[in-house]
């Protein structure tokens, strides 16, 4: 008789705590990839030996692109790390996420980030670069953007401040709903 092989994902390590996690990490991973992914292709379009154009075409697509990409890796490597933890470890670094004010406000400033960008760089670009380019870059490049705010604002010395974590209801049967 042959035995089954291994799922991929293990129940016991693939909770609704690794996958927040594994979710959270990727979208600060697009964040960065997105931030990172212009300057890049700038320093690589001048340091080239052969001369090459600028293209905002190209800039919005290399821009979408390294967001994914980077995004992939984090994800990857925030499933690797959430594999290798117990379930009380999960559960705190849950916790310490959904009650983080920077991780709170970084997600408002990429997600105005990113209204912005998908309706000024259409706007403005029209005509160079076609509608799927406009619009995927154009939101990527706004929320990495407002990610870059964000940690601007952060090492500036304007912190998110503190959000209570709720209080854990007692055992006590006085306390219960009725």
Do not use: C
């Not at 990839?33 to 090459?52: D, E, M, N, Q, W």
């Not at 290399?62 to 790390?81: M, P």
Request: hydrophobic share 40%; no cysteine; charged share 20%.
């Amino acid at each position: 008789m042959s035995q089954v092989p291994p799922s991929l994902f293990p129940s016991e390590h693939w909770t609704s705590d690794s996958a927040y996690i594994t979710a959270r990490s990727m979208k600060s991973s697009f964040g960065l990839g997105a931030a990172l992914g212009v300057p890049l292709y700038v320093t690589l379009l001048i340091s080239s030996k052969r001369a090459r154009k600028f293209s905002i075409e190209r800039l919005l697509n290399v821009s979408t692109l390294s967001g994914i990409g980077v995004s992939g890796v984090g994800g990857a490597v925030a499933y690797s790390r959430n594999a290798l933890s117990d379930a009380a470890t999960l559960k705190q670094r849950r916790v310490e996420l959904v009650y983080s004010a920077s991780q709170r406000r970084e997600d408002d400033f990429g997600t105005i980030g990113a209204i912005l960008g998908l309706i000024l760089v259409p706007a403005v670009f029209y005509a160079r670069a076609g509608l799927l380019d406009l619009t995927l870059g154009g939101g990527t490049l706004g929320y990495g953007s407002g990610f870059l705010t964000h940690h601007v604002q952060s090492f500036l010395g304007n912190t998110a401040g503190k959000i209570r974590e709720p209080e854990i209801p007692s055992t006590d049967p006085r306390m219960r709903r009725r």
